[in-house]
């Protein structure tokens, strides 16, 4: 199933309303899609490098508008929507591991890693935002940043090095983007305990 979902996202790429399917992935990957964005991202901005800004401010802003619907979604309908989401997903026990111990320095550490790695799953920290109730603004502008930041290196790679740059991103990008969130993680917990 899985397998199938990642093709058909990236068969959108060649779609005259490739941008149009950009945004509605974006948006719901953010709050119930499993599929990241990159997926389609990734083809539109290597066949069009002129456009990569262009597509990583459309990705940006609908991932931000998919995410204030995940926070609005932990916040006021968890019972009722996210948990059969989490559960159809497999995800409920380990969400509620991570609410038991998240405040919003946690929240900030998993955007970026999610913004990096997609570690967590985006969907899982914006839900898990408004369940434990951060800040909307807040929230609104770290999204900005954690989302904004990903898709903005991308095209920034993609336009200065093009079709080579593709395999690293797919295979390596996210195990260097994941070290480097657990060195943030273990800097966190270290200054947390330490001081």
Same mark, same amino acid.
């Given at each position: 199933?899985?397998?199938?979902?990642?093709?058909?996202? %990236? !068969?959108?790429? /060649?779609?005259? #309303?490739?941008?149009?399917?950009?945004?509605?992935? /974006? +948006?719901?990957? #953010? !709050?119930?899609?499993?599929?990241?964005?990159?997926?389609? =991202? %990734?083809?539109?901005?290597? #066949?069009?490098?002129?456009? &990569? =800004?262009?597509? /990583?401010?459309?990705?940006?802003?609908? #991932?931000?508008?998919?995410?204030?619907?995940?926070?609005?979604?932990?916040?006021? &309908?968890?019972?009722?929507?996210?948990?059969?989401?989490?559960?159809?997903?497999?995800?409920?026990?380990?969400?509620?591991?991570?609410?038991?111990?998240? @405040?919003?320095?946690?929240?900030?550490?998993?955007?970026?890693?999610? @913004?990096? &790695?997609?570690?967590?799953?985006?969907?899982?920290?914006?839900?898990? !935002?408004?369940?434990?109730?951060?800040?909307?603004?807040? +929230?609104?502008?770290?999204?900005?940043?954690?989302?904004?930041?990903?898709?903005?290196?991308?095209?920034?790679?993609?336009?200065?090095?093009?079709?080579?740059?593709?395999?690293?991103?797919?295979?390596?990008?996210?195990?260097? &983007?994941?070290?480097?969130?657990?060195?943030?993680? %273990?800097?966190?917990?270290?200054?947390?305990?330490? +001081?």
């Amino acid at each position: 199933m899985l397998r199938g979902l990642y093709d058909w996202t %990236l !068969s959108l790429a /060649a779609r005259k #309303s490739a941008e149009w399917w950009l945004a509605f992935i /974006a +948006f719901v990957e #953010s !709050s119930v899609f499993l599929v990241p964005a990159d997926v389609l =991202y %990734l083809p539109m901005a290597l #066949s069009r490098p002129d456009r &990569a =800004y262009r597509y /990583a401010l459309i990705a940006t802003v609908a #991932s931000v508008l998919g995410g204030i619907a995940g926070w609005f979604i932990g916040h006021y &309908a968890y019972d009722a929507v996210a948990r059969p989401i989490l559960e159809f997903y497999g995800k409920y026990d380990e969400f509620e591991a991570l609410r038991a111990g998240a @405040g919003v320095g946690i929240i900030v550490l998993m955007l970026i890693t999610s @913004g990096a &790695a997609h570690l967590p799953p985006i969907k899982v920290v914006t839900i898990l !935002s408004g369940v434990i109730g951060v800040n909307l603004l807040l +929230f609104v502008v770290l999204a900005i940043v954690a989302r904004g930041g990903r898709f903005l290196l991308l095209a920034w790679l993609l336009r200065h090095y093009g079709e080579p740059i593709r395999e690293f991103i797919e295979k390596r990008l996210g195990l260097i &983007a994941g070290a480097g969130a657990a060195a943030l993680i %273990l800097l966190y917990i270290l200054v947390k305990y330490a +001081f």
